[in-house]
């Protein structure tokens, strides 16, 4: 069985599962009890989340280590967002970050929006860098950056058609792209070893034990954009329209 996670209910389904002898395969998200765990490797998309606020606040000659930034994570709920803000905080701690701020966990772009407004307003408005779990909060975080005339570095996830564009337009510092036909071929791979009895090994483990399929993510900056649309991810009608044409041509996007 491959099963995807939802708000924790997936344990009680592997539950079930493997008391008829049934091995079942975590996607993308954790589940414990499950036989395997398959998805992008977390910890390195936190990782690459966290080293977009260091490049960013470094080609903002700003010192990161007195930089007022705002933490965001995840919904806490989802096994991942621990794995991804483990992955950021070992950067960002590296570099001397402190957070100014930290807001609740939230996968809810509206939320965070109106989290990140109570944040904004704790700072004073002195706002340098945000650390956004993924796009759809990024988004609605860079709205309200926008209203006040701020453009930071926004870290982001998924290379979503609004992440790209606000990479492209200079609003988030990059995306992580992480192709779903990579880790639906690795699932399925993996599905087929077990239905002919074998074992494969996996190249991590989670803390829990599970054996873990973990694939490599690629983090995205506007002159990447392009490599993107080529995989077929995106198109360049979504991309491109009139607002970001110009960061499309300068980044060849075509």
Request: proline share 4%; with cysteine; net charge negative.
């Amino acid at each position: 069985m491959i099963l995807v996670d939802y708000q924790g209910a997936g344990a009680s389904v592997v539950e079930k599962a493997k008391a008829q002898g049934i091995p079942v395969i975590a996607y993308d998200r954790p589940i414990a009890g499950a036989d395997y765990y398959v998805s992008f490797d977390n910890e390195v998309v936190g990782q690459m989340q966290g080293q977009m606020i260091v490049d960013g606040l470094a080609a903002a000659k700003k010192d990161i280590k007195t930089a007022s930034i705002i933490y965001s994570s995840g919904d806490p709920a989802d096994g991942n967002a621990a794995m991804f803000l483990k992955g950021a905080l070992s950067v960002l701690d590296a570099a001397g970050a402190k957070a100014a701020f930290t807001m609740e966990g939230t996968w809810d772009g509206a939320k965070a929006g109106t989290l990140f407004e109570q944040a904004f307003t704790a700072v004073k408005g002195k706002v340098d860098a945000v650390l956004a779990p993924n796009d759809n909060n990024a988004a609605s975080i860079i709205a309200i950056l926008d209203k006040n005339g701020l453009t930071v570095p926004v870290s982001g996830q998924d290379a979503s058609v609004a992440g790209l564009q606000n990479v492209l337009l200079g609003k988030q510092w990059a995306t992580v792209y992480k192709p779903f036909t990579i880790e639906a071929k690795a699932a399925s791979d993996l599905a087929i070893a077990l239905l002919k009895g074998e074992k494969p090994a996996a190249n991590k483990t989670l803390e829990d034990g599970t054996p873990f399929i973990a694939l490599d993510p690629i983090s995205t900056t506007a002159d990447k954009v392009k490599d993107v649309v080529a995989a077929g991810d995106a198109t360049v009608e979504a991309l491109c329209t009139k607002d970001v044409a110009a960061a499309c041509a300068k980044y060849g996007v075509k």
